[in-house]
């Protein structure tokens, strides 16, 4: 297909940093005085590199008469064409390239891409007879030609790599811009909805319309849960992570247990058994711990069964303070175990889904950011017991 710029292949040709020493050895090989590397199509042959001994007057960039040149001949038959005295060779001496460009010695090996792209030809010429019978010297520019010609192939795949590197990137940010923003717009409407509920708590009566009421303040929770997990994922994702403001805390269990009761008004069908014996004095962001319990709740309630408790356990271990969830039901399959702090995981087809699959995640990063863990095991005999541990400084009272 004709082209008319060739920018790109002169700056191809010209990062490759062997092509100059490949020219001087072309030269050094053949005893000839002028090499080049030239971009060859259908419609142009354009200089790209450039080694003249003999003032032929071609830099990189210049352009030659394509039907001129014998190397629009190669470009149809791909093949070298080698003659080392043109005046005495029997197809060559009444050849128009040779007179044209009084020329006794020339050899030009093609260069062909791996997808047997043709893109030029790796060229010597003289205007006196040069000897070129000895096999090697065809041999040794063949290599050199498919040394250009991996070069070029190595540029594509990396440039290639490289935007697609850049457009996954920019799609990302814009994703994760998107869930910012929108995670900040619907705290708005959201905060209107849990002050109408809250002011009609106090003015419905009726059995249904509590019934309603109830509903709505579920969904709000449900909603405001969703909400946090996104800006904390694109927090977590835009920034440096997600922000903890570690401090001493004393009522750390009272707030593990509110956690609880908030889920178990959500989520009235589910049932739970707990033990909270948590010491005081304890080193860490109360609201992420929260956060976290939050998550593991809810993911518990989604994906356990609801004919078994679920089994909430904190203490302090050591120098650690450890949160452990059970929940029976289908164990998580091996093949998503891996996945499963992932953003945006889900479960397999067939079982119940809410959220955006951000719970985990964010509750995974909440871990990291306490300089703790997050872990997972899950079977039929046991159960899905997830395990979270941090570090703890302890205010012993």
């Not at 029997?90 to 997808?115: M, V």
């Amino acid at each position: 297909m004709p082209q008319t710029d060739f920018s790109s292949d002169l700056q191809a040709i010209g990062s490759i940093d062997a092509v100059p020493v490949i020219l001087s050895m072309v030269k050094h090989i053949t005893g000839m005085r002028f090499a080049a590397v030239a971009r060859v199509t259908e419609s142009k042959w354009i200089a790209c590199a450039v080694d003249d001994s003999i003032d032929f007057g071609l830099l990189p960039g210049g352009e030659l008469v394509l039907e001129s040149t014998i190397c629009h001949e190669i470009r149809q038959h791909h093949q070298p064409v080698i003659f080392g005295h043109a005046s005495q060779h029997p197809l060559f001496s009444t050849h128009h390239t040779p007179k044209t460009y009084g020329l006794e010695s020339y050899i030009s090996i093609p260069i062909i891409k791996a997808d047997g792209e043709f893109f030029g030809t790796l060229c010597a010429i003289d205007s006196v007879p040069a000897n070129l019978d000895d096999s090697a010297i065809e041999k040794t520019l063949t290599l050199f030609a498919q040394l250009i010609a991996m070069s070029l192939d190595t540029q594509g795949h990396l440039h290639a790599t490289k935007t697609a590197l850049a457009d996954a990137n920019e799609m990302g940010r814009l994703r994760e811009q998107f869930i910012a923003v929108l995670g900040h717009d619907l705290r708005t409407p959201l905060s209107a909805i849990r002050m109408s509920a809250d002011l009609l708590d106090s003015k419905v009566e009726d059995k249904r319309s509590r019934t309603l009421l109830s509903a709505i303040r579920t969904s709000s929770v449900r909603m405001g849960v969703l909400i946090e997990n996104i800006l904390d994922f694109a927090r977590g994702r835009l920034g440096s992570g997600i922000p903890v403001q570690r401090k001493l805390v004393d009522d750390l269990q009272q707030t593990l247990r509110q956690t609880l009761e908030e889920i178990q008004v959500a989520y009235p069908q589910a049932k739970f058994i707990d033990s909270l014996e948590v010491p005081a004095g304890v080193y860490c962001d109360p609201l992420r711990i929260s956060q976290l319990l939050s998550n593991l709740l809810g993911n518990a309630v989604t994906h356990g069964s609801t004919a078994e408790p679920i089994v909430l356990k904190a203490f302090a271990e050591g120098d650690e303070i450890v949160i452990s969830l059970t929940n029976q039901g289908t164990p998580i399959p091996p093949a998503l175990m891996p996945l499963l702090f992932e953003p945006f995981s889900r479960s397999e087809a067939g079982q119940r889904h809410e959220g955006l699959g951000l719970g985990l995640y964010i509750a995974g990063q909440i871990a990291n950011a306490h300089n703790g863990t997050l872990s997972v095991t899950s079977d039929r005999e046991t159960g899905t017991c997830f395990v979270a541990r941090f570090p703890a400084r302890f205010k012993w009272v």
